[in-house]
Each structure stands twice: as structure tokens, then as C-alpha cells.
């Protein structure tokens, strides 16, 4: 059931949150240089972005959003790539954080992250039973007996969830307690997270299929004081569980594992800073119980729907628990909203 | 009491041994040649042998382990009657063994496979990883991206709610194959040269609501929080199934542990498996299960095990009548697994008549 994806259908979509970008591009060069690449300058940047020749890029910034009209999207740090998955015209997004380089695997060869999220989105998710040696479709491997062969043609995968090595993505109290603490554990697998189960996805490196999934793939979950580091953010944790959620109900496959990264540090002390006011202590507590029990009705049998229905389940259920959370159902309607307008097209 | 080590052997574990607390359960029906490489590993334990096949036969078991050997001929006269739900001329036998144990922990293994190497070249300590696993809490509720986060070098990922982090009790440990890889027959035929090259670097927990195909091959479990589910089903000779034993306890087992809040792990360690079983042979023996679990995996995916049922025993028997309601119809083999399961429990209980009225875990 492998898909034939071609390079032409896919964006890179790199959020600027610092304006040098010398060093990232020219690390990713072997492996961008032949794609389509969008960068989204943080509107709160002030500096001028410093992006070396060579590449087929188009930067979008501030002034570029006030396309969108009045919205109540804050598209400010790394919320600011989701203007980016709007803009795109591609069928497939790929999206990493401007702070990461391309990673070594045990072999010490370089990975071409690009491409292993591009066979991860080609090749069949297996959610319905866990395959315990992971990817099946992968070189070398197989199902393992016991694997129901009624189950093994898999479904499409709509979404690629990467890792990343050295500096891994920690919530600023895990950052501060083990400041010294990297991730040097290269974990040669990729797996589908199975059906009804529920992870963190990071938005520090991840692909999927924007033409299916863009109306899910949404800035809403804003923490009051959400800033620059990515600990002090949770919307893509929140995306995430979004998408998971629309992508069980509709029969649709998410991975976990390749491609790592490799991450730089922030400054253990910032995490410090972060940590006064940090309101994600709490948040996920709430939000847990809530993904692990909503369900969306048989009815809901397009991505849009889903996403509608569950706006106004969180509402309903979490909008009175804080108010992040009414904020967020807001954003997904009017993200919902956005996509119809400006995002649904792909050339 | 747990104690530390500081023998000499490949690897220096700071893990506990757990010699007094931890039996070895092997199943065999030639030789137990296999034990020598691993006996700077195995030797300080107890080994429970049970041999299948013909009990007249005598299975030599290397010098300087300490062990008890269980022969058909054992097994009829300590279970009598219930000795019907022990299997015969097939692996399943095994499940015997983790009812005689009088240990907390049990670590299965099968008579083909060997020490492998991690890819530093080190040689694994299989049981050793085997015990960090059982000893370290799962995650069964929220999927870890970075895997097991207990490990060393590891933490839970951003957006981990806090209150899961004391994570549940780990009752299975599932370890996995280099070499010869777990496939079914048709696989095994249509790719005889395949072998596992690949080490894959982690631990992780299934996640809860999720099943998985449970190999019996490199499986260690807590015998006090999980062990009466751990029935290999009804195999070999006289049934019309085989080689889908140790699935039969992956599924009971994993509806239980997560009605009752456990955790299974899957992942390392790593063993070398050397022996490919004959493919032929293994299809005639898996021909009923391959289109029978077709219908036995939706079983498990939809089966509930009642509130009240707040031990392992009753959620058993509870399966148990689901499975001959539910799978009875599908075949009458499965009203015989139904009662073979029932008197499963019941020799358990009065072969561990101490285990037999204390609550395990919660529901």
C-alpha cells in the first residue's frame, strides 16, 4: 500500500525565531535544497532574517498575515508555523525547529530526516494491534506471528512524530532538575501509536499530510505567559492530542520514532525563569482525563467535522475548568474558519 | 530480600539479583545444551524444568544448577484430574511451571535461544534487563515519545501530565529475538532468510487498551500481580491449534492488567534466537489460529471485565465465561479452552492456596 510521493508535493515550513539562520539552513542544505521551503518570521522578531542563497524559499512575516484579516489566532513564537501549514499548496508539510541541525544515527551517518518523515507518511500506520517489532513495513522486518492478517494492510498515515537527540523536549522543571542530563540514546524505530492510546506530540520535528489534516493541525492551546523556549509552550502538545483523537475516529495512522534531530541547548537557566509562573504544571492534568475519555460522534466523518464537534466538546467540558481552555475551543472554531478560507487549496 | 552483586560476570549489574526471588522456567523436549552460555547469568537462580514429551526419556541439566524437572508423569500425579489443562508435546506446557514456583517473579525462556550481543558487542544479561523492567514502573495511560522514562539518560517528554508520573505497576516484562525474528509460518515461507539485524534501543509500555502479540520466548512477569492469567491454553497434541499458546496468555493477560491497572513492557533485552521451527509443520499447527484469531483478536478488543472483579482469579473466570459464550460459537474448542481455563485457576489456587484470597491490584 506504499503511497508514490513526490518531492514536489511537499513544503518545508521553518517558524524564525531568531533571525540568523546561516548556520541551520547550511546544515540542512543536502537535504532541503531540492524542496519547496516556507519560513515564518516570528512577528515578534525585530531583526532582519539571514537566510543563505541556494534555496527555493519564500519568507513570510507580520505583515504577511494581516492577509488573514482580524482573527484571534496569535500567530507570535512558535505559534507562528501555523501560518505557514495556512499558506502552504502542498499536500505534505514537514516543519522543524529552527534550533535543530541534522542528527547522526548509531552508524554515524548523517540522517536525512526529509526523507525518513517522507517514508513514514508513505508507508501504512498499523493501529488497530501493536506490532512488537515495530515498523512492519520497514526494510528487514515483518509482522510478528500473532498479527491478524485481516489487519495488515494498515491505513494511511497522516502524521510523522520525530525525536531528537542532545536536547530533548522537557518541560522547564524537568529541564531544571536535570540540567546536565542529554539525550544520547538513538532509537532505531519508527512505530504507529496504536488506536485509543494518547502521546505528546512535539512540534519540534514532525510531518504530516496538510491537505487531510490541516484543519487539526491548529496554534490553540495558548499558556498565559507562552513564550520564546518551547518549554514555555504547550499548543502543540494540545495540536496533537487534537489530531490523534480526529485521526482514531476516521481510521487514520500516526507515528512515533526516526527521524531524530539533534536539538542545541537552551540556557538551563532560562528554564529557571520559566518556571515562576509556569501555568503547565497543571494544565496537562486537566487535559488528560479529557482526550482519554472524549468521543466523537459516527457522524463526524470528515477531518472539519471532528474538529467542530470537539471545539465545542472543550467548551463544554474544560471551557469551565480555565480559561485557556475556552480560548482554545475559539481558536480551533475560528482556525476552522481560516482553513476554509485560506488554507483549503493545494496546487 | 533483594541483594546487590558484586560476582565477576560480562556485565556487573547494580540492579538487584532477586536469586531468592526470581524462578527460571524452561520447557524442553531435548536438551538443555543451551544453558551453558548462559550460565554466568542463570546460575545463581532456580530453574523449574518441564519436560514435555516422552517422560521416560531422561533431559540432562548441565552441572551446578539448581533446579526441580517435572515430567508428564509429575504433572498428572500433582494436579491429577486438572492435569487436563496442562498441554502436551507443545511449549505450552511451560505454564505448569509458573504454577509450582513459590517465587514472586518468573523469566521464560526458550531452549533455542542464546546470549546475544548489544552493538558495543557486549553480551546481554537478558535477565537483568528482564528485572530493571519488572522493577521500574510503566506507563500505560499517556504514550512516552522518548519511550521508557525510568531509564537512565530519560525523562518524561514536555506535556506528560505530572500526576502520571509515579506511573503502575509493571506485571510483564516482553523481551524481543536478534536472528531467527517470531514470524508465523506463511512469513516464515515467503521470507525464509530474513533474519533481525536490527537492535532496537528501548523499552516502552503498551499502552493501555492496546494488544499485542506476547512471544513466550524471552518473557519475564510478576507472578504475585499477574500470574494466574498466564495460561498457555490448551496445544499440541489432541487440540487443533498450536503455536498460538503464548498469544492466548498475551491477550487474557493484557485485558486484565489493564482492567486491573498494570503495566506491560515490550522491548529489550534482546536473545538470540538460533533455531528456525519447520515452516511446514508450523502451519499445520497454526492453520485453525491464523483464521480463528480473526475473530478472537475483536473478542479482546471489545471484552469488559466486570467492576467487581478485583483479582486476577476472578477477572480470569470471568474471561473465561465470555470466551465460552462469545468464542464457543466459533468452535468447540473454545468451550474446552473455557473450561480448561477454569480449571487452570483452580489448580493455581490450590497449589498457592496463599495467593488464593489476596487482592491483586486494584480494578
Not at chain 1, 84 to 110: E, F, M, Q, T
Not at chain 2, 65 to 92: H, Q, T, V, W
Request: proline letters at 6%; charged letters at 25%.
Amino acid at each position: 500500500m506504499s503511497l508514490e510521493i513526490q518531492d514536489s508535493e511537499f513544503d518545508i515550513v521553518i517558524a524564525a525565531l531568531q533571525p540568523n539562520l546561516t548556520t541551520f539552513f547550511e546544515a540542512w542544505r543536502p537535504f532541503f535544497s531540492r524542496f519547496h521551503i516556507i519560513v515564518v518570521k516570528d512577528p515578534d522578531l525585530a531583526e532582519e532574517l539571514q537566510i543563505p542563497t541556494g534555496f527555493d524559499v519564500k519568507v513570510y512575516t507580520k505583515s504577511d498575515m494581516g492577509v488573514l484579516g482580524a482573527t484571534s489566532i496569535d500567530f507570535s513564537g512558535h505559534s507562528c508555523r501555523y501560518f505557514g501549514y495556512l499558506v502552504s499548496r502542498k499536500k505534505y508539510v514537514i516543519s522543524i525547529d529552527d534550533n535543530c541541525l541534522p542528527a547522526k544515527d548509531n552508524g554515524g551517518l548523517i540522517v536525512d530526516a526529509v526523507s525518513q518523515h517522507m517514508s513514514n507518511l508513505k508507508t501504512p500506520a498499523t493501529p488497530f494491534f501493536f506490532n512488537t517489532l515495530y515498523d512492519p513495513f520497514r526494510k528487514g522486518a515483518d509482522f510478528v506471528r500473532g498479527y491478524p492478517f485481516s489487519l495488515r494492510e494498515g491505513v494511511e498515515c497522516m502524521l510523522s512524530c520525530g525525536l531528537w537527540l542532545h536536547n530533548a523536549d522537557y518541560d522547564p522543571m524537568t529541564h531544571v532538575v536535570k540540567r546536565n542530563q542529554r539525550n544520547t540514546t538513538y532509537v532505531d524505530a519508527v512505530m504507529t501509536v496504536p488506536i485509543g492510546a494518547i502521546m505528546p506530540v512535539s512540534g519540534i520535528n514532525v510531518a504530516f499530510n496538510r491537505e487531510v489534516l490541516g484543519p487539526v493541525m491548529f496554534p490553540a492551546l495558548r499558556l498565559r505567559k507562552d513564550g520564546k523556549h518551547r518549554w514555555d509552550t504547550l499548543e502543540d502538545i494540545w495540536n496533537g492530542l487534537c489530531a490523534k483523537v480526529v485521526c482514531d475516529r476516521l481510521g487514520y495512522g500516526v507515528k512515533t520514532g526516526l527521524p531524530y534531530v539533534i536539538r542545541s541547548d537552551a540556557e538551563a537557566g532560562k528554564a529557571l525563569e520559566s518556571l515562576k509562573e509556569w501555568e503547565g504544571v497543571k494544565v496537562m492534568d486537566d487535559v488528560l482525563p479529557f482526550f482519554q475519555s472524549v468521543k466523537l460522534s459516527t457522524t463526524a466523518t470528515t477531518v472539519e467535522d471532528c474538529v467542530k464537534e470537539l471545539a465545542s466538546i472543550v467548551k463544554e467540558k474544560l471551557g469551565p475548568q480555565n480559561a485557556i481552555f475556552a480560548k482554545a475551543a475559539d481558536a480551533m472554531e475560528e482556525w476552522a474558519k481560516l482553513w476554509e478560507s485560506h488554507g483549503a487549496q493545494s496546487s | 530480600m533483594a541483594t546487590t552483586v558484586t560476582a565477576p560476570s560480562p556485565s556487573v549489574p547494580s540492579t538487584p539479583l532477586l536469586k531468592d526471588e526470581l524462578d527460571i522456567v524452561i520447557p524442553t523436549i531435548r536438551n538443555l545444551d543451551f544453558l551453558e552460555m548462559w550460565r554466568p547469568f542463570f546460575q545463581p537462580y532456580h530453574l523449574i524444568i518441564v519436560q514435555d514429551g516422552d517422560p521416560t526419556k531422561t533431559i540432562k541439566v548441565p552441572e551446578g544448577f539448581d533446579y526441580e524437572l517435572y515430567n508428564r508423569n509429575d504433572i498428572n500425579r500433582i494436579l491429577g484430574p486438572k492435569a487436563s489443562c496442562i498441554s502436551f508435546k507443545d511449549s505450552a506446557c511451560r505454564c505448569f511451571g509458573y504454577m509450582v514456583s513459590k517465587k514472586k517473579y518468573v523469566f521464560t525462556i526458550d531452549d533455542d535461544c542464546f546470549v546475544a550481543k548489544d552493538p558495543s558487542g557486549k553480551d546481554i544479561n537478558a535477565l537483568e534487563q528482564h528485572i530493571k523492567n519488572l522493577l521500574s514502573p510503566s506507563t500505560p495511560f499517556f504514550f512516552n515519545t522518548l519511550y521508557d522514562p525510568y531509564r537512565e539518560g530519560a525523562d518524561f517528554v514536555r506535556g506528560y501530565p505530572f500526576s502520571l508520573r509515579e506511573g503502575a505497576k509493571t506485571a510483564v516484562s516482553h523481551g524481543l529475538w536478534l536472528n531467527i525474528p517470531d514470524y508465523d509460518a506463511p512469513t516464515q515461507m515467503v521470507k525464509p532468510r530474513e533474519r533481525n539485524t536490527r537492535y532496537v534501543d528501548a523499552v516502552m509500555t503498551v499502552p493501555k487498551g492496546t494488544l499485542f502479540p506476547m512471544c513466550g520466548m524471552n518473557l519475564a512477569f510478576d507472578r504475585e500481580l499477574i500470574g494466574p492469567a498466564m495460561y498457555f491454553g490448551l496445544m499440541g497434541d489432541g487440540q487443533p491449534i498450536g503455536r498460538y499458546d503464548d498469544m492466548w496468555a498475551g491477550w487474557c493477560m493484557k485485558v486484565i492488567c489493564d482492567h486491573l491497572s498494570l503495566g506491560v513492557k515490550t522491548g529489550l533485552p534482546y536473545l538470540w534466537h538460533s533455531k528456525a521451527s519447520n515452516p511446514f509443520v508450523n502451519l499445520k499447527k497454526e492453520y485453525k489460529g491464523i483464521f480463528w484469531q480473526e475473530d478472537i483478536i475483536p473478542f479482546f478488543q471489545n471484552a469488559t471485565i466486570p467492576k467487581e472483579c478485583d483479582t486476577v482469579q476472578k477477572c480470569y473466570i470471568a474471561l473465561s465465561e465470555q470466551v465460552r459464550e462469545k468464542l464457543g460459537k466459533i468452535d468447540p474448542y473454545f468451550i474446552k479452552l473455557a473450561d480448561a481455563m477454569v480449571t487452570w485457576i483452580e489448580a493455581w489456587d490450590e497449589l498457592n492456596p496463599s495467593t488464593a484470597a489476596v487482592e491483586n491490584g486494584k480494578a
